[in-house]
């Protein structure tokens, strides 16, 4: 009988060959990690698929088959990454998954390749054990979350996705238990005016001047909503703003993006409509005044049942592994689950992952073998429960 800290070499060790491998989004590039991953789970126990989206983008979906006495549980993770950004303020090597002391180095380290090398190997337990489970046990590795979830977007057009129990994201939470998360609404919005000599800018039309009015009317904007329990109030954001060619020209052109983060008890689109009313109250006001608004983001939040049977397991395989019984959280990022919860058959959803989110996108990333350990312990235990 293999012992867990064999197990948790396995997990070191793949986890430093998946940061290794380059699949910084954009562009992508994650086909060669899934099929790392891939080659990896059929030395392991695994019947493996793997899922071509494009060229050089893909998703890898690893089985421990059961009996199909009871529905699938999925694991669920993501194999690209964030821009490695400037390297000279990195330490160590972005792609070289340094281990130093018990923190294993490295982008993606923490957001989110750890978790998913521990979901691998928890399967890989599962499989070595011979554990008999009632219902597959699934690993998915997707595509595309940093960007546009183009990965979890095709998972989810699958029968392992709509006839599953439940879905387990790895996303980074030092390994609290989470159950709810913000959606985002992200957008764009322009206003055009009449550029002109800068000495004459009563021939011109100020479009700057008229998106100082739509800034103003946007801080004065109250939401509209219920609170919900586990995550703090909605916010808004004012992230870029962009205007004008010269300085001794009117600006004919100036745009804003804005970013929204929103609970469970809100509409997206009655947001949007707000908006664009606030747009045409001050073109009835403000002469010449002409604007814009384009909805680059959309992302739905996350509230899953704290009384569901998903969340039930996942709290008795938390006292099991860690004897305390564990508190379900919120979070204000989005993940995978926000393009998920667009698919019909939609199984609940927890988040739960060995990374901490103040690690993620920073130069020096790193995953404390600590957690890596804690995490592999984890979704193995949640996996015998829920599937036996």
Known sequence: ???????????????????KIDTTNPPGNELPAAEFLASWMEKHGYEVHIQKIEKNRGNVVGIIKGTGEKP???LNGHLDVVPAGRLEEWS????????????????????????????????????????????DLIVSAVAGEEVNSIGAKYF?????????MGIV????????????????????IKTYGKAAHGSLPHLGVNAILHMVEVIRKLTEYKFKYEPV???TPPTMNIGTIRGGIKTNVVPDYCEITVDMRTLPTQKHEEIIEDLNNILKELQEKIPNFKAELEVVNNRKPLLTDPKSPLVLEAKKAYKEVFGVEPEPKGVTYYTDASEFLLHPG???????GPGRIELAHKPNEYIEIDLLAKSLKYYYT???IALT
């Open 229 to 231: 329990e586990l995550l």
């Open 169 to 188: 994201i790895g996303e980074p939470t030092a390994m609290d238990l989470v159950v709810a998360h913000k959606g985002a609404l992200w957008v764009k």
């Open 382 to 384: 949640l996996s015998k």
């Open 156 to 164: 989810a057009e699958t029968d392992w996705f709509r006839k599953s």
């Open 72 to 74: 699938a549980l999925i």
């Open 92 to 135: 160590y090597d972005p792609f070289g998954a340094e281990v130093v002391e018990n923190k294993i180095y490295g982008r993606g380290s923490t957001d989110m390749k750890g978790a998913v090398a521990a979901m691998a190997v928890a399967g890989y337990m599962i499989a070595k054990e011979n554990v008999k489970l009632k219902g």
């Open 346 to 352: 939609c199984p609940p959803i927890i988040i739960i």
């Open 1 to 19: 009988m293999s012992t867990i800290n064999e197990f948790l070499k396995e997990t070191i060790s793949l986890t430093k060959e998946l940061i």
